[in-house]
């Protein structure tokens, strides 16, 4: 792949044209976002933080009031790009709908995925820091995108992170990632985040591609155990 050849679509990208409706989740996800930044560091009194408590519940309650669909209820049928769009829309470490996303931004530069992300307090581990574990997260990510961008390998099998250095929060952080070598289904592969010069965290990983029946098998074994539960 080079980068005067055009991507193929698949099912990391997010919808380039979003629905209304999109949007208006986007934006209430944003607002949610915030909010628990807000909430994690707030030190309003008690009787502000019961007001909003009140406020946020009638919210809970008026979407609890309509349907939910998770991406293991809907996976089977999904068949297009357009399909699965939605649920990229809601992933954990990109998703503008989903609230816990930082966002991570993601984009092929040849045969590279490159990464932009930036962590609020939310994601604080050591003190002004970024948790180590959401560094790994979005590295893993980033290798994930890279494999399935270059047809090879779609789930981790094996992720080594090496922290260099502590990662800074509200910082913008910027992600590269290449391919090793491949090996029948598998890739190999390797990314580094940096903190402006500063080399923050380095990984290695393996990927393996999996066919959607496997993807199936595994999402109806969950279904299982989560009935037996």
Request: proline share 4%.
């Amino acid at each position: 792949m080079t980068g005067s050849v055009k991507r193929k679509k698949n099912y990391w990208d997010l919808a380039e044209t979003p629905s209304k409706t999109a949007l208006a989740k986007r934006r209430v996800a944003t607002a949610v976002r915030e909010l628990a930044a807000l909430t994690a560091t707030s030190d309003a009194p008690e009787d502000v933080l019961s007001d909003a408590a009140v406020s946020l519940e009638a919210v809970a309650l008026e979407l609890r009031a309509h349907p939910t669909r998770t991406f293991r209820d809907a996976f089977a049928t999904c068949k297009t790009e357009e399909d699965f769009a939605p649920f990229a829309d809601r992933s954990l470490m990109t998703g503008r709908s989903n609230p816990f996303s930082p966002p991570l931004k993601l984009s092929m530069q040849g045969d590279r995925a490159v990464g932009q992300v930036r962590f609020g307090a939310t994601y604080e581990g050591v003190p002004g820091h970024v948790h180590g574990g959401m560094v790994a997260a979005a590295l893993d990510e980033t290798l994930g995108y890279l494999a399935v961008n270059n047809d090879i390998g779609g789930v981790t099998a094996v992720l080594t992170v090496r922290y260099r250095a502590p990662t800074p929060l509200e910082t913008d952080l910027a992600i590269e990632a290449n391919v090793v070598r491949t090996d029948g289904k598998k890739a190999f592969v390797e990314a580094r985040l940096r903190a402006g010069d500063t080399i923050t965290a380095e990984a290695e990983g393996v990927f393996v591609a999996i066919g959607r029946e496997r993807m199936l098998a595994v999402i109806d074994a969950a279904k299982k155990g989560l009935d037996k539960g």
